[in-house]
Each structure stands twice: as C-alpha cells, then as structure tokens.
C-alpha cells in the first residue's frame, strides 16, 4: 500500500483516518488500495489506515493467510460479537474516516460501503466522510510508467482502428460478405497480435445500431455490412500488466466515396463540441483555474443544445480512465451524476460528446492526461484525433 502518500493526503483532506472495508468484493477500492484484488476473501475485513502510524487491520480468523504479509498490526475476530467488540477498539479515539460513500449516491463509482455497515461505524460516534477525493489521489493519478504505458496502448488501439476500417473497405471492394461482428472479431485479433487486453469485446454498429451507445455485435446478434452503410467503431485496451492503463476511442466512416451531408452536419456538431472541451480544459489548466468535471459537461452539452440536438445527448461527456476502462477518478458529468470532483494532475480521462438519432449515432471520443501545469501539459493522447468522417470506399 501507498501508506506515506495516503497519510498525507489524509493530512491534507483533515481526516483523521481511511477505513477501508469489503464484503465479498463489494468494494473494489478498498480492495486495489489493500492490495488484495487478486485474494479469494468471503469474510468482511476492515484496514484502518491512520493519518500518523502503522495500519490495523481486522480480518476473520479462518482467512488469516491473506493477511500474512501486509503491513501493520492484525487483529483476528471469529463471531459477531467479538467483531463488534474489535471495531469498537480498533476505532477508539478516531473522531472522523473516510470510506466508500457517496453522500445521497451521486457518485454511483464510489458509493460502495453498504447502508447498514456505515449506519455501524456512525453509530460508534464516527463521522464518517465520503473518500471520493482520497481515492481519486491515490487511485486515479498515474505514475510515470503508467502514462508511458497508457499512450503506448493508445498508438496501439489506433493502429487496430485503422485496420478495421481497412479492412471493412477492401472485402466490401472484394464483393465479400461481412457482419458487424466479422469486424469485432478482426479487431480482438489485432488485439491479440499486439499483446493488448480487454474486459469487454469493441462495439461495431452499423447504421441503425449505431444509435445505441452501447450496442455490441455477438455471433448471434449482428447485421451485414454493405456499401452505403455507416459505421462507428468504438474499441478500448491495455497492455497484459495488471497496472497498465486503459486507451479508449471511438471513430465512424461511411463505407461509400462521398460521405452524405446528413453524416457530414452531425459529426461537425459532435467534434466542434469535443474541440470545446479540449480548449476549456487547456485554457482553465494554463490559468491554473480549478476544473471541475460537471463543468466540462455543461460546456460540451450547452452547445449541442444550442445547435438543437441536446436531447439526443443522452450520456456524460467523459469518464475517468484506470487500470480499469472506467476508472475511480473525476468523470465530466452533469447528466447522470453531478461530479464536482476536480481534474488533477496525473488523472486520464476520455472526452466523448454523441448525438443519437433514430437512423444513426455519431460519437467521437479522445482521451486526456493532465501530466502537469501549463496548457502543454493537456496531452490528447489518442492523437490524430478524427476531423472528418471516413470514407472507406
């Protein structure tokens, strides 16, 4: 665990601790910052991480040997009685503790404790904090080898779009038969051939299907692809470490020569609102202006409105960006969550503004790692970004 970089964000956030705890991992947080992501637990534990010494740990004492190595003093328990004898003490003289809570759930992401384990700790007399801001710090900002990691994969996933939309181009001139799901397949291949990794197969949606954000082909749910269809790709990897960071883009290309005017104005209002953000997140970076993430979400979705298409806007602009697609720091949301959390240094993020109309859906998505102060420190990571509609014929 991170003990000294946690103990000072906790002096720095005025919390006297950080109480982690899981269930049967109900808590992923708790879990990658113990460590313990990998161990097969069924019993709850508790780590309470002080903001001066050692770690305590309370764990059941039929799970001992997952806890023979970490850090700090472990108490063992056995009954529900003798649990809430260990808490007691294992929280005396602890006035206020972060955990994995949101107040009123607005950050579904970190609402992770359960309502009875924090009425628990609360009625011990501890106020407990929602540990949003703790997490993003610890768990959201990347080290040096993980952002150097994170655009490796990002040249990556681009090169394995490029080949997709090739490819969709030459067996369409070929007069070959393809589907929706013959060209997610091509792409897990790249995958696979480039020692990238997924947690979930690339969306390919042709047409119609493009218009559900997250529509995704499988062997028995797919369509054919033919000259004159439009078609959004939208595909996401890593590197195989269990540290390395996540690429995500999304691209669309008509399978025809001349793009028609009806893709041509949708994708125009979909980029000039992605480009948006990109400048308002450089210029309040360069100005040293705090950047909350519902705000980016207001500047993209205030102008789609304005040009008439807001309602079809139908999720948030962007999410946070881990070793998981979606990571635990700030999203750019002010439609299904309000996130007032913060962009801070060291965060990746992806940006990607859609409008989705009953024939089609356009997206187009980038991702941004704020490596450090200036407006150069904005890098759009998944660069060329998409200035024109494909044409992939």
Same mark, same amino acid.
């Given at each position: 665990?991170?003990?000294?970089?946690?103990?000072?964000?906790?002096?720095?956030?005025?919390?006297?601790?950080?109480?982690?705890?899981?269930?049967?991992?109900?808590?992923?947080?708790?879990?990658?910052?113990?460590?313990?992501?990998?161990?097969?637990?069924?019993?709850?534990?508790?780590?309470?991480?002080?903001?001066?010494g050692e770690p305590r740990w309370l764990v059941h004492r039929i799970e001992t040997s997952n806890f023979t190595r970490v850090q700090g003093q472990v108490t063992l328990y056995a009954g529900w009685e003798e649990l809430n004898d260990a808490i007691r003490t294992l929280l005396v003289d602890v006035k206020t503790v972060a955990m994995e809570y949101s107040p009123n759930a607005e950050i579904p992401y970190i609402s992770r404790v359960d309502a009875g384990t924090l009425e628990w700790i609360r009625s011990l007399g501890v106020d407990v904090q929602t540990s949003a801001e703790l997490a993003?710090?610890?768990?959201?900002?990347?080290?040096?080898?993980?952002?150097?990691?994170?655009?490796?994969?990002a040249k990556l996933v681009l090169q394995a779009k490029d080949y997709a939309f090739n490819w969709i181009g030459s067996q369409l001139r070929n007069g070959k038969t393809i589907t929706?799901?013959?060209?997610?397949?091509?792409?897990?291949?790249?995958?696979?051939a480039m020692d990238l990794v997924t947690d979930h197969p690339p969306i390919v949606a042709a047409n119609a299907k493009s218009s559900d954000p997250h529509y995704a082909p499988s062997a028995t749910d797919t369509q054919e692809i033919k000259a004159?269809?439009?078609?959004?790709?939208?595909?996401?990897?890593?590197?195989?470490?269990?540290?390395?960071?996540?690429?995500?883009?999304?691209?669309?290309?008509?399978?025809?020569?001349?793009?028609?005017?009806?893709?041509?104005e949708i994708f125009d209002i979909v980029k000039a609102a992605r480009d948006r953000a990109i400048r308002f997140i450089q210029e309040r970076w360069e100005a040293e202006v705090p950047i909350h993430g519902y705000e980016v979400d207001?500047? $993209?979705?205030?102008? !789609?409105?304005?040009?008439? /298409?807001?309602?079809? &806007?139908?999720? #948030? @602009?962007?999410?946070?960006?881990?070793?998981?697609?979606?990571?635990?720091?700030?999203?750019?949301?002010?439609?299904?969550?309000?996130?007032?959390?913060?962009?801070?240094?060291? $965060?990746?993020?992806? !940006?990607?503004?859609?409008? /989705?109309?009953?024939? &089609?859906?356009? #997206? @187009?998505?980038?991702?941004?790692?704020?490596?450090?102060?200036?407006?150069?420190?904005?890098k759009v990571t998944t660069a060329p970004v998409q200035n024109q509609v494909l044409s992939l014929l």
């Open positions: 665990m991170k003990i000294t970089e946690i103990q000072n964000e906790l002096t720095d956030l005025d919390l006297d601790a950080w109480l982690l705890y899981d269930f049967r991992g109900i808590n992923p947080i708790a879990q990658n910052v113990a460590g313990l992501a990998e161990a097969h637990i069924t019993r709850r534990w508790f780590c309470l991480i002080p903001k001066h993003q710090r610890i768990e959201a900002r990347l080290n040096e080898a993980q952002a150097t990691g994170h655009q490796l994969s929706e799901y013959d060209v997610q397949q091509e792409i897990l291949g790249q995958f696979a004159g269809d439009f078609i959004l790709i939208d595909l996401w990897a890593k590197q195989k470490d269990p540290d390395a960071v996540f690429a995500d883009t999304t691209w669309v290309a008509y399978a025809g020569k001349t793009v028609p005017s009806q893709y041509i207001d500047c $993209v979705r205030g102008y !789609i409105t304005e040009k008439g /298409y807001g309602e079809y &806007f139908i999720h #948030r @602009t962007g999410h946070n960006i881990g070793t998981v697609i979606h990571g635990n720091g700030a999203n750019l949301d002010n439609l299904e969550t309000r996130d007032a959390r913060a962009l801070i240094p060291g $965060v990746c993020f992806s !940006i990607e503004p859609g409008i /989705y109309l009953t024939a &089609f859906g356009v #997206r @187009t998505e980038v991702d941004v790692f704020l490596a450090g102060p200036g407006r150069d420190g904005v």
